[in-house]
């Protein structure tokens, strides 16, 4: 098993005089992870809503360290607009095989739409807990060439099928 938990979706909604806020985000799980290697998710913010929003900072807490997005942040979101932000946490070789509780917190602001001004939400950021699973060992470097050696193969068949052809049944075209 890769992960505990290979989506996580969470969305909080709020209204104001001249327009709605609601941002939609959800955490989708990459990689495996093991001792000495790097869990790699993409976060997803959609603003459902009416006015713009700004995302201010997203933090991954662990019981082997807290990883802040550095890149990307911050992220502005126009009504209907979708963003993707990658983050990697590099798990230490120290880490312990087994599940491992990881804490989400998102902080965003919408645009007022009377004052143009940047307002916090009500009820803060978003937060929610999750597990990730840290794996025994990497997984095998030979997986990633699978797709190039079964594309060599089939062109490799195909060519050794049509000179067999040729070889033995003459020429696969006559001219007059």
């Known amino acids: 098993m890769a992960f505990v938990l290979l989506f996580c979706l969470l969305a909080i909604r709020g209204s104001e005089a001249q327009g709605t806020y609601e941002l939609q985000y959800s955490i989708n799980p990459k990689e495996w992870t093991y001792p000495g290697g790097t869990f790699t998710a993409t976060n997803t913010f959609h603003n ?53 509780p990881l804490s989400a917190s998102t902080t965003f602001q919408y645009q007022d739409p009377g004052t143009f001004q940047w307002a916090d939400p009500q009820g803060g950021p978003l937060e929610f807990e999750w ?17 190039l050696v079964g594309g060599i193969a089939a062109v490799v068949l195909i060519v050794a099928l049509l000179l067999g052809r040729r070889w033995f049944a003459g020429p696969i075209v006559t001219f007059p």
């Open 131 to 147: 597990e990730i699973a840290v794996l025994e060992t990497p997984p095998p470097q030979w997986l990633g060439l699978l797709p």
């Open 48 to 100: 459902k809503g009416t006015v713009p929003l700004r995302i201010i900072s997203v933090e991954w807490a662990t019981d082997f360290g807290t990883f802040m997005a550095t890149t990307g942040i911050p992220l502005t979101l126009v009504a209907g607009e979708k963003k993707e932000l990658v983050m990697d946490i590099k798990v230490p070789s120290t880490a312990s095989v087994g599940n491992h």
